[in-house]
């Protein structure tokens, strides 16, 4: 197991100090000063002191390995928002990113027909829809499962669930699909993609 070594101000540090001792460097700065660094090394840290982003130098490029969670306003497509909410969430990691959309419907809002939302950040490819989960809420009644569809690298669709059959199928949304759409319904979608790139 390795341990800690500690060095104080001024110290020389030898060849004896240092030998087995494995430097790890961690720099601490804002994003214009990591934009502006010239010599970044493969292996290098950097914490971002005004937007609490972890990233790593790869000798490429610099990768996201960590940050807080960021809104984003997604586009939700047959969907009339009017005094409705739609809230956006997501972060990144190593080339992944996590996201949630929730939609909220209220008095003057309405599901027109295929509900689509777009992505925080686009995808590595159209299929990135496994491990998604999705839902339709009937306030105060009942949840319905939905499916995730994929749309392209920048959207999703969401579709209801078509029991009618032999086998499940998928249907687009309506005005009364999967149920009559009121106030204080909603839905919501979340998952987890590969980016089209991992830096940033």
């Known amino acids: 197991m390795s341990s800690l070594t500690t060095f104080t101000v001024g110290q020389a540090l030898t060849a004896a100090l240092m030998n087995g001792v494995s430097?790890?460097?961690?720099?601490?700065?804002?994003?214009?000063?990591?934009?502006?660094?010239?010599?970044?090394?493969?292996?290098?840290?950097?914490?971002?002191?005004?937007?609490?982003?972890?990233?790593?130098?790869?000798g490429t490029g610099w990768i996201v390995m960590a940050e807080l969670t960021q809104s984003y306003t997604p586009t939700v497509g047959g969907?009339?928002?009017?005094?409705?909410?739609?809230?956006?969430?997501?972060?990144?990691?190593?080339?992944?990113?996590d996201f949630e959309v929730r939609i909220g419907l209220g008095?003057?809002?309405?599901?027109?027909?295929?509900?689509?939302?777009?992505?925080?950040?686009?995808?590595?490819?159209?299929?990135?829809?496994?491990?998604?989960?999705?839902?339709?809420?009937?306030?105060?009644?009942?949840?319905?499962?939905?499916?995730?569809?994929?749309?392209s690298t920048t959207g999703v669709n969401l579709r209801a669930v078509d029991a009618s059959g032999t086998y499940a199928a998928s249907a687009a949304t309506s005005a009364t699909i999967p149920f009559t759409w009121n106030v204080n319904d909603g839905a919501y979608v979340r998952g987890r993609y590969q980016m089209t790139t991992r830096y940033s």
């Open 107 to 151: 008095s003057t809002s309405a599901v027109t027909g295929a509900l689509t939302v777009t992505l925080p950040i686009t995808a590595a490819a159209v299929a990135v829809t496994n491990g998604f989960h999705a839902g339709f809420i009937r306030f105060g009644i009942q949840e319905y499962s939905a499916m995730v569809a994929s749309g």
């Open 23 to 58: 430097i790890r460097t961690v720099v601490a700065g804002t994003a214009a000063e990591r934009a502006a660094y010239a010599t970044p090394f493969s292996g290098m840290t950097w914490w971002e002191t005004d937007t609490f982003r972890k990233y790593v130098y790869d």
């Open 79 to 97: 969907f009339t928002l009017g005094n409705g909410t739609i809230l956006g969430t997501y972060h990144r990691s190593d080339g992944w990113c």
